[in-house]
């Protein structure tokens, strides 16, 4: 039972960074590869400001997400200027500067060997140690990113982000600005995006590089892909099943010597047949351009 309560744990941290993924990638219909940045920054801002100076996780948590929202501002600048797969490069490269900065900062962050014992948050003097508390917590935060994001794409603001994705000539037309647009979308995607990164640590009290390659930031991406861009829902089914369909197939019986490439085989083949009968994804309206 714990292990399913773990799983659905991870499975809400997951919603939440595709949540904030779809806002910028399906909306906004702006490539990003560097999402996992974002929860890099929050994790370890949040964690070494518990550790180092005895702050308070909650504290942790909101420092991080802001210190994640001024990366995306940075981030956001080269998208003015920047479109299509020059874009996606850029914000790839991001991911791999943070990466390293993790990696190789050994008197920061203590490199590979991680950061460990990062406390767990507490409510009105309830610790936070069992699983099934911190699962009605991740989805305390899971709910909130959904109706923050919600409100935005339902707004006035979020039908000028479909503009910019469909046409963004039409809305410079119009007299928007849209580059103040772009960096407002970068910035509240990062923002929880460091939200995720930062619960993602308190959770599992330790955190290093490997949890936060460029790979995650692809998984992330497929997940919105999968689910389908331009729909909340969407990011929901998308992350759901491509964190818990692997699980499964953990209890097929097989030795773990082809477990593991027999689930990475099927999990490809999940995507491949899905992208080929529809490519815009389970729920979305949009397909990757």
């Excluded at 809305?171 to 619960?199: E, R």
């Amino acid at each position: 039972m714990e292990y399913l309560l773990h799983i659905l744990v991870i499975t809400g941290i997951y919603i939440i960074l595709t949540l904030s993924l779809n806002l910028i990638v399906g909306y906004t219909g702006l490539p990003a590869l560097g999402h996992t940045a974002f929860s890099c920054i929050g994790a370890y801002t949040s964690s070494l400001l518990v550790l180092k100076f005895r702050l308070s996780p909650w504290f942790g948590l909101l420092a991080g997400a802001c210190i994640s929202a001024l990366a995306g501002t940075i981030v956001a600048f080269p998208s003015l200027r920047l479109k299509g797969d020059y874009l996606a490069i850029a914000t790839f490269g991001l991911g791999v500067i943070v990466h390293s900065i993790s990696k190789n900062w050994s008197s920061l962050t203590r490199g590979p060997l991680g950061l460990s014992g990062i406390p767990g948050f507490s409510i009105l003097g309830f610790r936070l140690s069992e699983v099934w508390s911190y699962l009605i917590f991740i989805i305390f935060f899971v709910l909130l990113t959904y109706l923050v994001i919600s409100r935005v794409v339902q707004s006035p603001f979020g039908r000028i982000l479909r503009g910019i994705r469909e046409e963004e000539i039409v809305i410079l037309a119009m007299g928007k600005c849209v580059d103040k647009y772009k960096i407002i979308v970068f910035v509240i995607g990062a923002f929880f995006a460091g939200i995720a990164g930062s619960l993602y640590a308190h959770y599992i009290t330790y955190i290093d590089p490997s949890s936060f390659t460029i790979m995650e930031s692809v998984i992330i991406l497929l997940m919105v892909v999968f689910g389908g861009m331009g729909t909340l829902l969407g990011s929901f089914v998308g992350a759901s099943t491509l964190v818990i369909f692997p699980e499964i197939l953990r209890f097929l019986g097989t030795p773990s010597s082809i477990a593991a490439p027999l689930r990475q085989m099927l999990y490809g083949l999940l995507l491949v047949i899905l992208m080929i009968k529809r490519p815009q994804g389970i729920l979305g309206k949009y397909r990757w351009k």
